[in-house]
């Protein structure tokens, strides 16, 4: 009789055990594909305008903004050949003033990005000036 | 006892300058390495023509060896090292901005300009480059490039002064072995967010410590007043259709006349100028974004990306140049001279060789990034390298690429010079960057190795069995049709070269072979010395044996008169004259064993043997040859001058003497410029210098004891001469001549045969010098001064023995 009584509760015992097990995989499994979670940590860098139909030789004001606060570094490549990358110190956003040239119609690919000093680099953000004579 | 003790010692003493300058080239010939092999006709014309080659000359260079024939040499098992160097070209750090903060809404003026140096003149920038900012963004800039870098609201930024420096690449590994340097930072993984693709493509580039960047900045600061709504729009209605930029474009000069006479008149006038530096942390391919620091003066490079702003480019090592060789002009007198090949478009700064700019990859149009990423070359520094090349070595083997000596004025050894920030320079600098050999090929084809530098395995020294190891190496490659040079010896040299536009220069060049030439000079110069001492000592004791078998002569004649057998003259001859010769023979030899006992020195003992044992062979010569029995002769037809015919008479007493006085000119119109010619040729390198300094001593100690020694020849046999006419000095006396008349009668018969033996020492003089070095009107000028001298000491010599037998 005890052993039965040994017998029955092990077996109780272990599938009792073996089901807290498989719940806490799950869970741990749930965690891990909490993508809304993800975008939340990290930084996106956004572009304003990020289409200009502009004139030539004609100065526009592009701002590079982040969606986290703290101190960030932000940058603006105008997508001229030869021309560098500028950059700054901020908070938020910066802005940068920019022309373009054309002896036609031009379609200059600009970028911003923004690394900030909590989350690190932001993927870069693309505009697009398409620049008439 | 005077030849045996002097010859015996002198030969000794050469004897062991000989065992010093080996055992020097033995301790300091090897350098760092010992073979040099290079592609095919790699010599340039300097070292062709003047076996010489300028400091840190493996820098340049086409390439020519591939990356395959590099591991075979490697991989013999003879070689400990097989260090390559590709010149890879002149290239800029990244392209970055320095800045100073202001006020969004601050209105300033700022006006830049860029000076370059080469260590003597100063050369500005040729564009005056400024900026109004209004605040806001309402700015009027000199040219687009400005705006480019220019940040703008609260940053003012401004291009940092480009400046060329040169990379290498280098095997990490081998290159390590070669200097003990650590180059590993090399073959890291390397990233940064300035770069390209965060450096996904970039190549990691060591920086060289303490290198001048030869650029100055200068900054002005000034207030402007600030824009009303009306003058805004007064001066945008004489832009071309109201926009500035578009003026600047289309109409340069008349945007410029708007600034100057409606834009410019803003500035209150009250400038600050600061003259800034970079600062010391600054290596040439430093990448960091600059502050100004008001304080110091100073550009310094701030790191912290949430303090600083400005402007970078990701394609600044897209172009870079590949320099030319320096054609030097040789002149006549072996001295070098580079002329002005051209001038630069920036500054204005002189060129003095060729140099071809190489673009290493294509952008696409409209976008500013590679065709092909796998093309990309660029940068990023990691680490600093501060190697030392050639110092306190005497003959280190030129690595070719860290050479720090800095050529200088001639007139001013402080005024040093170096290249200015223009591609250019007649200066070769040390490796401003080093990569590592992996991204070679991308940058420079398939055979990119310009030089292997090869230390040999199991050599401690160079000595004879070390040097026909590395001969045998170095032939075998040279047979595979590469250029070979055994640099074993190499040394520097500093060399005179005539540079336009700046004047004489101090230029440090390297011997190759300096050990050779150390060895060879030597050699001439020993034997020189030897054969010269052997002629004064031998005429010396041939003089002395003659003078002394002839003066037996009369005794030997009176004791066969008195009836003495000739094997008992014979007899006694021999007792005498091993007295003669044995006492100072075994004093002598006495006298070295006793100083070889005390200092374990027992050449000049074993040599005072010989030199002993030669003297008697010497005697028993001349006795045997009855060369001493000769009687003097009344002439059959006398001589119209009573002096000529007195040296006719004479001929065999002043034999001696006036052959001792040609040697003596010889001596002195000779053995200078030889030996002069011999120095200068041999110092002019390190080891060469450091040999000389060591046997310097013995020199001069031997030309003494050959001045002596001939010396006392030509004293003894005008003192032996005028013993011999002393009775016809007496009889002039007694006939009442007066002493000066007596005096002017004998020295003008030494004056005529001494003449002529100096004149014809100096003849030969001329001769060899024409022969073995070059003939100058300096020589044959210095020679006569020398030979007046010469003449004038043999006068001497005669006045003092004739007053000696006149007063007897």
Known sequence: MKKLLVGTLLVFGFLVGFKGLDLEAAEF?????????????????????TRINGRTHTYYNVTVSVNVGGNAHFSFNPGISGAPTR????????????????????????????????????????GTAVISY | MLVISTVSYTLATLAEANEQVTQDISDFARGSYDILIRPPDARTDLESNLNIIEENYLGLGAGGISINQWNSIKENPNVEIAAPVASIGMFTARERTFMVWKEPQESLYYEVDYMTNDGVHTYKDLNRKYMYDFGDGLIYPSSAEVTYDYVGYDIASFSFPISYHQVVAIDPEQEGKL????????????????????????????????????????????????????????????????????????????????????????????????????????????????????????????????????????????????????KYEITEDDTLAVRQTGSDDIYGAPTYRNFTEVIFYELLEEADIPVNNEDYLGFIENGTFSIEENAETLASA????????????????????????????????????????????????????????????????????????????????????????????????????DVEGIGIVIQSFT????????????????????????????????????????????AEALLAKLGWSNKLIRSLRYKEWSTILGVPAIVVILGFLIYGLGYSVWLPF???????????????????????????????????????????????????????????????????????????????????????????????????????????????????????????????????????????????????????????????????????????????????????????????????????????
């Open chain 1, 87 to 126: 950059s700054g110190p901020g908070s938020f956003s910066r802005n940068f003033s920019q022309s373009w040239t054309s002896n036609s119609i031009t379609t200059y690919t600009y970028w911003g990005s923004v690394t900030t000093q909590d989350y690190g680099p932001a993927p870069r953000a693309n």
């Open chain 2, 606 to 808: 074993y040599i005072s043997i010989v030199i002993s044992f030669g003297c008697v062979i010497l005697y028993v010569f001349l006795d045997l040859t009855k060369l001493n029995q000769f009687n003097y002769r009344i002439m059959n037809k006398p001589l119209k001058k009573v002096v000529l015919q007195n040296v006719w008479f004479y001929k065999f007493s002043i034999l001696a003497a006036g052959v001792q006085s040609l040697l003596i000119t010889i001596l002195t119109c000779f053995l200078p410029f030889f030996l002069i010619e011999n120095v200068t040729s041999t110092t002019q390198t390190r080891i060469g210098a450091y040999v000389h300094g060591e046997i310097e001593g013995i020199f001069i100690l031997v030309i003494v004891l050959l001045y002596i020694l001939s010396l006392v020849t030509v004293y003894q046999s005008i003192r032996r001469l005028m013993e011999r006419r002393q009775a016809e000095i007496k009889l002039f006396e007694y006939l009442g001549w007066a002493k000066k008349a007596i005096r002017r009668y004998f020295l003008a018969e030494i004056s005529l045969w001494a003449g002529i033996c100096s004149v014809i020492g100096w003849g030969i003089s001329l001769g060899l010098i024409s022969l073995l070095i070059n003939l100058t009107s300096t020589i044959i000028l210095l020679g006569a001064v020398g030979l007046i001298f010469i003449l004038m000491l043999t006068l001497g010599i005669s006045a003092q023995a004739l007053r000696k037998y006149s007063r007897e």
């Open chain 1, 29 to 49: 499994e749930e965690s891990r594909i909490d993508s809304n979670e993800v975008e939340l940590m990290s930084a996106q860098t956004f572009l304003n305008p």
């Open chain 2, 398 to 497: 030129p690595l070719g690429i860290y050479g720090r000596e800095l050529p200088h004025l001639a007139y001013n050894s402080n005024e040093k010079l170096y290249p200015s920030a223009v591609p250019g320079s007649f200066i070769n600098t040390p490796a401003h960057g080093l990569i590592s050999i992996e991204n070679a090929e991308k940058a420079k084809g398939e055979a990119p190795i310009d030089a292997i530098r090869v230390k040999v395995s199991g050599i401690t020294g160079y000595d004879k069995v070390a040097a026909e190891r590395i001969r045998s190496l170095a032939e075998a490659w040279e047979a595979e049709g590469f250029t070979v040079d055994i640099v074993a010896g190499a040394s520097l040299q500093d060399l005179e070269v």
């Open chain 2, 511 to 554: 011997t190759l072979g300096a050990a050779d030439t150390v060895l060879s000079s030597w050699n001439v110069l020993q034997m020189a010395l030897t054969v010269l001492y052997a002629l004064v000592a031998l005429t010396f004791v041939i003089f002395t044996f003659f003078n002394m078998l002839v003066d037996r002569q009369k």
């Open chain 2, 179 to 326: 200097t003990n340097f650590d180059f590993t930072p090399l073959t890291e993984v390397v990233s940064d967010q300035m770069e390209y693709e965060n450096g996904q493509y970039s190549i990691p580039i060591m920086s060289l410590e303490n290198v001048t960047i030869p650029v100055t900045v200068q900054l002005l600061i000034d207030r402007l007043e600030a824009v009303s709504d009306n003058e805004l729009e007064a001066w945008n209605s004489q832009f071309i259709e109201g926009n500035p930029f578009l003026t600047y474009e289309k109409d340069f000069e008349e945007y410029k006349r708007i600034i100057e006479t409606n834009i410019a008149p803003k500035r209150e006038m009250n400038e600050v100028i600061y003259e800034l530096e970079p600062d010391e942390t600054q290596s040439p391919f430093k990448q960091t974004l600059l502050v100004v620091d008001e304080q110091t003066n100073n550009l310094e490079s701030n790191t912290d990306p949430y303090s600083v702003g400005g402007a970078f480019y990701y394609h600044s090592q897209r172009i870079g140049y590949r320099l030319e060789p320096v």
